[in-house]
């Protein structure tokens, strides 16, 4: 059989035109900045084509922080309009409250002989959010015997000197996090709380037979923690993932971006392995716990609790912080080689 000479040449002239087609398409390298930041972007992909993880891919791949708080940045002021940011409490779980705002979460997980608080505002909005809150569900905070502190920051730590002062209950925090308390100059206008229990690596809190266990894992504060525990829904035991911090606002050097990516990796590992299908912080906008508990109303028999969004989903919200951190790492090493080249 003959091949025309035609039929050569359109050959070829189709392979020149495809060529020139992937020419026009650049492929980033697989280990460049562009491609960790698209691959951290592609994994927030949620159900129904609506993003399960926006305010998290925003936060640390769009416009991330680079800096940490002073030890003497100026003190914390009260927002005169603070009450229009408060929510609803909402009842998360059988056992689990949720109480905050738009971007911030404090969540009460209950038990037969008390409750365990995970984070606590900032020291203005502790009261009404959090003593508020639990009255509202004819919870006392009384009850509350331990405060787990996931990281140091304003808006986690603020309500820790009340719950430890006015209620006894004990704080529980990275040793890295007290040292960040001790050394705050302006950072607690109503006083520090005292240190109390140093978290260690695999602790468990337990309470009237729930368990909390704590992981270390340093990078967002030097003692920043997280934590597997259980919630039931309707009876259905639900492992609960919770992330002790999230945002770039350390040192921005090459040591602490493997710090923080060591921690993420390692905890995911830890998410994986305990079956947890539920990711839970102390930012809202990061899990979408405020928008998606106003969706429990609407939930219909046999429906999904929009917080159990799935391990893969969880495994999804890693990646986005392994993905994102790897592209901030990457940029200062293309920064660190610029300045140490020679000019000419």
Known sequence: MRTSKWNITGALAILAFISAADAQTVRPALDSIEAHLAAGKNAAGGRDDTP??????????????????????????????????YLGPKKAFDDLYWMGTPSRSTWA???????????TQGVYDAEAVIVGGLKKFGLD???????????????????????????????????GDWDMVDQSVNGFPKGKPKRDIVATDGM?????????????????????????????????PLTVAYSGGTEFNFVNDVPHFDTYLASVRRFAAIAAAAGATIIMGNQSQFDSAAPRLRMLADRRPGEAHPLDVGAAAVARYFK???????????KLLAQQHDFTQPRR
């Open 320 to 330: 986005i912080e392994d993905e994102c951190a790897q592209a901030a790492r990457l």
């Open 204 to 236: 468990k809190i337990t309470l009237g037979g729930r368990t909390v266990t704590i992981y270390l894992t340093p990078g967002h504060t030097p003692g920043a923690i997280s934590g597997i525990f259980q919630v039931h829904d309707h009876g259905k």
């Open 109 to 119: 997980l209950t038990t037969s002989d008390g409750i365990i608080l995970y984070d």
């Open 52 to 85: 399960d993880f926006y305010g998290l891919v925003t936060a640390i791949c769009v416009a991330p922080l680079n800096a940490p708080p002073r030890p003497d940045a100026p003190a914390p002021t009260m927002n005169p309009n603070q009450a229009s940011t």
């Open 141 to 175: 905070a009384a009850k509350v015997k331990y405060v787990i502190v996931s990281h140091a920051h304003q808006n986690e730590v603020g309500g820790a000197k009340l719950m430890q002062e006015r209620y006894g209950a004990h704080i529980v925090m990275g040793a």
